[in-house]
């Protein structure tokens, strides 16, 4: 694993996205984001594949699942941090990833990446 690991954050509310970026850099990580839709995410994952996503379901009116299609292809662990979707229907259609609700303590998220990152 490398040294300070890439995060990739798509958060379509700006305020959540920027304080979640914070938490991430503040424990040692490189961000990548926050991405505000599926199109501009996706496009950061084809030029540099992250070490992990942390994904909210619903950006703007497209959900993000292609995105996460693609990121497991990749065999990048992924963790849906969400408000809009029950975890349970996440997990239905992704039972690998990692599921979080809004609003989410900073102390869970970082053990959640730190866990996500040690068994990729």
Request: glycine share 4%; hydrophobic share 50%; proline share 8%.
């Amino acid at each position: 694993m490398k040294d300070h690991p890439v995060i990739l954050v798509a958060e379509d509310e700006a305020i959540i996205g920027y304080d979640l970026c914070d938490t991430v850099e503040e424990a040692g990580y490189i961000v990548e984001g926050p991405h505000g839709d599926v199109s501009s995410a996706m496009r950061a994952v084809q030029s540099n594949r992250p070490d992990l996503a942390i994904l909210d379901i619903a950006l703007g009116d497209e959900m993000v699942y292609p995105l996460a299609e693609r990121l497991m292809e990749q065999r990048v662990p992924v963790i849906f941090h969400s408000g809009h979707v029950a975890p349970e229907d996440m997990l239905a259609r992704f039972p690998e990833v990692r599921a979080l609700a809004k609003p989410c303590p900073p102390t869970a998220m970082l053990e959640n990446v730190a866990a996500a990152l040690a068994a990729a």
